[in-house]
């Protein structure tokens, strides 16, 4: 029976003999004050929204009941104790039901409790007696304190939310070994972990966002050898990253934004999985260690195929960038002013389609840079005032050979104007090619979009930036699919844009917003090591 948001409904007949009756959805009736009679073959209850003040102890004969789900229930007191006798319950749902103060006693099968929103204050040393709880969600019990170390006898939780939890400060030993998975403490007062984290074996994602007071992570964090996620954003007071004294295999993602933290050991190195780490608004951060490039791309016995995972890094402002590996994708790194900063950057383009040009071809990535800039590089071959510029090749650089075409790097300076929350900056570099005896190829050659956040839209705006775009795939694509065909294509025009895209949530559509304009735009060829004597292809037209 469905009778879901009928908001006028007021009282329902008795179920008791309906006994074929297994589900009913009073979910969203807020004028239903009395909790159902129904019969005890009755298997899921849904009651989320009534105004259900309390539930009776005649629960116990709701011997089949596999599923009470009383979400956002505020009038709701504490349960009865008869709850403990549903042995056939699995999953329990209290999810901002407010006016709950005491952690309910329920049966050992228990498979899923959600008491979020809750104003619970501490987790009894009895949570030992729910064996086969695999889901356990607290988040946003803003009142509760305390965590019982018997909570590591849970041997079947999988999933442990605490996020939101804002007075609890500790969290309990962990004094056994543990299958837990994912862990969320995003938004407590913790100062510490304690070292006994490392028994989390099994760890797999770690969320610490937003903990103010977190002053350090346990020595024994690198022991944590699952784990794949790291999130420390936000965490204010955390000035030192632990040494990892071991090779980290599979953490992959690492969230160091907003923290206090002034540099990174060069144990780094020992993330040997690392795809993405972010230093953005780490106001004290200016030096990447000097090995962890260095150390990217390099083979071993045990790791044969190297350490080149890491595709975006973002940070705020560095006083030096390091080398890049290849399988870089995204750099941000909105505060580097200093065009210093974007010269450096040439030799890494020049790793990526020159030497390493044939190893390049087997990704398919696409690389793009933002810094605070009203300038093209000096290093770039070709520069224009306004968005559109146009090349010419020499004959030669082709030489019969598709692996000679040339890579593109492209630079645009952009003047933003107004912003709307809703929309994301999109900037794209058109490619018009044409060959010797009149054909043409078209490429939306190169796209990146700058996914807005909630600094993003704050940071552009006051200042020019320039962005710095690579697309190897295209390029590739290019090479294998239509440079084979004979054609020489030697003149070349670009045309840059900025837009918006602005989301409409029915139909998820993207409807491109012209706000921005393009101030100036510049093209670097990159051609393969065997093609180094070639001349430098000339400028067609200059565009004012």
């Known amino acids: 029976m469905d009778l879901f948001n009928c908001t006028k409904l007021l009282e329902l007949p008795s179920l008791y003999k309906v006994t074929s009756l297994t589900s009913l959805d009073l979910g969203g009736c807020s004028n239903i004050f009395q909790f159902p009679e129904v019969s005890s073959n009755v298997r899921r209850l849904y009651l989320e929204g009534t105004s259900i003040e309390q539930v009776p102890s005649s629960m116990e004969f709701l011997s089949q009941l596999d599923t009470l789900s009383m979400d956002n229930c505020v009038m709701l007191k504490n349960f009865p104790t008869a709850i403990c006798n549903l042995e ?252 210093e900063d974007v010269s450096s950057m040439k030799k890494h383009f020049e790793k990526l389609l020159g030497n390493d040009y044939v190893q390049a071809f087997h990704r398919e990535t696409c690389f793009m840079a933002c810094v605070t800039g009203s300038e093209i590089a000096e290093w770039f071959d070709f520069k224009s005032i306004g968005s559109t510029i146009n090349i010419q090749f020499p004959l030669e650089w082709y030489n019969n050979s598709a692996k000679n075409f040339p890579g593109f790097v492209v630079s645009a300076v952009l003047s933003f104007q107004d912003y709307s929350d809703n929309m994301e900056i999109r900037i794209r570099c058109e490619c018009h090619l044409k060959s010797c005896n009149g054909d043409y190829l078209d490429l939306s050659y190169f796209a990146g979009i700058w996914r807005r956040g909630k600094h993003h839209e704050l940071r552009l705006f006051g200042s020019d930036h320039l962005f710095l775009l690579c697309d190897e795939y295209k390029i590739r ?68």
């Not at 144990?267 to 972010?278: A, D, F, I, P, Q």
């Not at 844009?497 to 409807?511: D, H």
């Not at 491109?512 to 393009?518: H, M």
């Not at 090591?529 to 565009?543: F, L, T």
């Open 88 to 339: 056939s319950l699995r999953y329990l749902s209290l999810n901002d039901c407010s006016s709950i103060i005491t952690f309910p006693e329920i049966s050992a099968n228990i498979k899923e409790l959600n008491l979020a929103g809750t104003a619970i204050e501490d987790v009894p040393s009895s949570i030992e007696c729910l064996p086969n709880l695999c889901i356990l969600n607290l988040a946003r019990c803003r009142r509760l304190k305390s965590v019982s170390t018997s909570i590591h006898k849970l041997k079947s939780l999988e999933i442990f939310i605490l996020e939101g939890c804002s007075r609890l400060e500790t969290f309990p030993e962990i004094l056994e070994t543990m299958n837990l998975g994912h862990l969320d403490l995003s938004r407590t007062a913790l100062k510490e972990l304690p070292s006994s984290i490392e028994n989390l074996n099994f760890l797999f994602e770690l969320r610490l966002n937003d903990c103010v007071n977190l002053v350090c992570l346990p020595d024994s964090f690198y022991k944590l050898k699952s784990l794949t996620v790291l999130l420390l954003g936000g965490c204010s007071r955390l000035k030192n990253f632990p040494e990892i004294l071991e090779t980290m295999e599979r953490l992959r993602t690492l969230d160091l934004s907003g923290t206090a933290l002034k540099e990174l050991p060069s144990s780094m190195e020992n993330l040997v999985g690392l795809e993405y780490l972010r230093l953005d608004y780490c106001e004290n951060f200016v030096c990447l260690p000097a090995n962890l490039f260095s150390a990217i791309g390099v083979a071993s016995s045990k790791h044969p195929n190297g350490l080149s995972s890491l595709r975006k890094l973002i940070f705020k402002r560095l006083e030096s960038l390091p080398e890049r590996p290849l399988s870089l994708e995204l750099l941000d790194a909105p505060d580097c002013t200093s065009l």
């Open 477 to 544: 694509w290019f090479v294998e699919t239509q440079a084979s065909n004979g054609c020489i294509y030697n003149e070349a025009s670009f045309k840059f844009n900025a837009e918006a895209c602005r989301g409409y949530p029915c139909t998820y559509s993207l409807k491109p917003v012209s706000l921005w304009e393009v101030k100036q735009c510049g093209v670097h060829p990159l051609f393969a090591k065997d093609a180094a004597e070639v001349p430098p292809p000339k400028r067609v037209k200059y565009d004012s």
